[in-house]
């Protein structure tokens, strides 16, 4: 048998348990005392969520929001409208194209007219040495041909004033739609996406107080388990001082002093036996109910530490973009705005080309029609004219042949200038028709790209300042949670070294039962007997916990059974506590 004089590790082993429970007791009492402050803090932060959430749901940002929704619509209407406006001019640069060739040819007609004209002069003389006089015939040719000659000229001077101005516009219309058409797409795109964002997260923030509620809920509960749980370290600590008392009368067993003076070497040598496996039963529950105590701590600090960083990041989520920033998605709604202004300027110098087409177009189209309907009066003329003065130049006979000859052609060339004046007519009117789209009421003008411009202006400015409020809040929030964190943090590192103080009393259980494994209870009912007695009156009193007295009677039931003589210890007092016990531990 090993006795305190064999065993010196066992006053080593007393002083470690107590060490180890005064630890016990302080660092219990420790994580407790910063759970509690960090309850405290915690309502800090239910008070900043409920100012972040009343900041984005009001009624101003809402007001922005639907502007900017409606300047979304703007651009993709201006997309559409370049679209049209480029067709038309498209159109009127196709008729105009032929209107050009038309007045040509028109031009090389009334060239040709003018040279029959001189050359019906020059015969005309000769015709008039003859005894006949032809000269008022060509003079009115002449007139007649020189009038509509200088009303063509005119009306294609106007008419290559136009084209080049619808060129112009053209150009830049396509020039705007290659380079800006799909940037206004995306432009709108991107402003309804994050204007989007910005109604998802009115419509999160409305739900943010209830979540907050949850999480609040959750966190209160796991804070108030861990603190609960925290208090079974009394119940530990008490524990492992009943054991020390234990090993204490081992001691004084083994060196035949105090309790154990009075008895002999079997006696102390059974009461040694007993006693080593009767704590290391009771030091192995101990160690097992710190562990399990402390896994339950360690999960619910981590649900604490945890469900607070998840609050915190579904705050962020809402209230940050990916930049980390607050109200960074408010600022990409700066960026949108910028870009759309810049783009409203550029959409609307290119419109200032197609309203000068727009206002030389009526003019140049009244004159040009203007100029055909009359052409077809003086070809009339020019035609009647050459007809009689062909049939008077054909009763002279030889000598008027020429005449004849000339007022034939001055007939063809009149009949090409009918032609080509019929073919202006509906060309005119088709160019008349198509320009009916750049002056429909719909059309945006510059008056209503000032309105846009102004009222992105006073969105931006609403949403900037709730963006400002937002960050404000934001960062006092952000302060409070690390502070909160931090709290439970400190608690968690507190209770870091609960497993080491489970394996030291772990460890401490098998040493004593390693101790004794080989001894032998003496079969002696007298001897039994003995030191059962001293076992009730000496540890059985200092038992507390329910626990301790059934891991009693089941190791002093298998060392020491009834038939040895022996009686089971009277627990009529602990009865009485059973279900307060239960209740408590």
């Known amino acids: ?30 994580a407790g005392s910063q759970l509690g402050e960090g309850l405290g803090l915690f309502e800090g932060l239910k008070e900043r969520l409920s100012t972040l959430s009343t900041e984005l749901s009001g009624d101003g940002i809402a007001q922005a929001g639907a502007t900017l929704s409606g300047l979304a619509g703007e651009l993709r209407a201006i997309k559409e409208g370049l679209q049209c406006e480029t067709g038309v001019l498209q159109d009127l640069a196709v008729h105009s194209k032929d209107a050009s060739q038309a007045l040509d040819r028109l031009l090389e007609h009334m060239r040709l007219i003018t040279i029959l004209a001189r050359s019906a002069r020059i015969e005309a003389v000769s015709v008039q040495a003859a005894g006949r006089d032809f000269g008022d015939f060509t003079s009115e040719i002449v007139t007649l041909t020189t009038q509509a000659q200088r009303t063509i000229q005119n009306c294609a001077r106007d008419h290559d004033h136009l084209s080049a101005l619808l060129g112009s516009a053209l150009a830049a219309q396509r020039d705007f739609e290659e380079r800006y058409g799909e940037a206004l797409t995306a432009l709108a795109d991107d402003l309804e996406r994050t204007l989007a964002e910005v109604a998802q997260r009115q419509q999160r923030s409305v739900a943010l107080t209830s979540d907050a509620a949850q999480h609040s809920g959750k966190i209160a509960m796991a804070a108030g388990g861990a603190i609960i749980s925290l208090q079974s370290g009394d119940s530990i600590r008490q524990q492992l001082e009943h054991a020390i008392k234990a090993l204490r009368l081992l001691a004084a067993i083994s060196a035949g002093t105090g309790a154990g003076a009075d008895l002999d ?37 981590a649900l604490l530490e945890g469900d607070t960083a998840g609050l915190l990041d579904l705050v962020r989520s809402l209230y940050q973009a990916d930049g980390g920033h607050s109200g960074s998605f408010l600022a990409d709604l700066e960026t949108n705005l910028a870009e759309a202004a810049d783009l409203l300027a550029k959409c609307d110098r290119a419109r200032a080309g197609v309203d000068r087409v727009t206002a030389t177009l009526t003019t140049v189209l009244q004159t040009c029609q203007e100029t055909v309907a009359a052409l077809a009066g003086t070809v009339s003329s020019i035609v009647l004219i050459g007809m009689n003065a062909g049939l008077r130049a054909a009763r002279i006979g030889t000598e008027g042949r020429s005449l004849v000859v000339i007022a034939q052609e001055l007939k063809f060339a009149a009949d090409q200038v009918a032609g080509d004046a019929a073919l202006l007519t509906p060309t005119f009117a088709s160019m008349q028709q198509a320009s009916a ?13 000032t309105a846009l411009n102004e009222a992105m202006g006073d969105s931006l400015s609403a949403m900037r300042q709730t963006g400002d409020r ?9 302060r409070e949670g690390g502070g909160f964190g931090a709290v439970v943090a400190a608690a968690r590192l507190s209770f870091s070294n609960a497993g080491a103080m489970s394996d030291l009393i772990a460890s401490s259980a098998v040493e004593l039962a390693r101790s004794g494994a080989e001894a032998r209870m003496p079969e002696d009912a007298g001897v039994a007997e003995r030191v059962r007695g001293l076992i009730e009156q000496h540890v059985w009193p200092s038992y507390t916990m329910v626990g301790e007295r059934k891991i009693h009677q089941s190791v002093m039931g298998l060392l020491l059974p009834a038939q040895t003589g022996g009686a089971e210890p009277s627990i009529v007092v602990a009865q009485a506590e059973d279900s307060v016990d239960d209740f408590l531990f």
Do not use: C, K, W, Y
């Open 1 to 30: 048998m090993v006795t305190l004089a064999d065993d010196p590790s066992l006053s080593r082993l007393i002083l470690a348990l107590e060490g180890t429970a005064r630890e016990i007791d302080v660092t219990f009492a420790r």
């Open 265 to 301: 070497a079997r006696e102390r040598t059974a009461a040694n036996l007993v006693l080593r496996q009767l704590e290391a039963a009771q030091l192995d529950e101990s160690a097992q109910t710190l562990s399990q105590d402390a896994e339950s701590i360690e999960a619910a600090l």
């Open 437 to 449: 789209g750049l002056t429909s009421p719909g059309r945006l003008d510059a008056t209503h790209f």
């Open 470 to 478: 937002l960050g404000a809040t934001l960062a006092q929030l952000t």
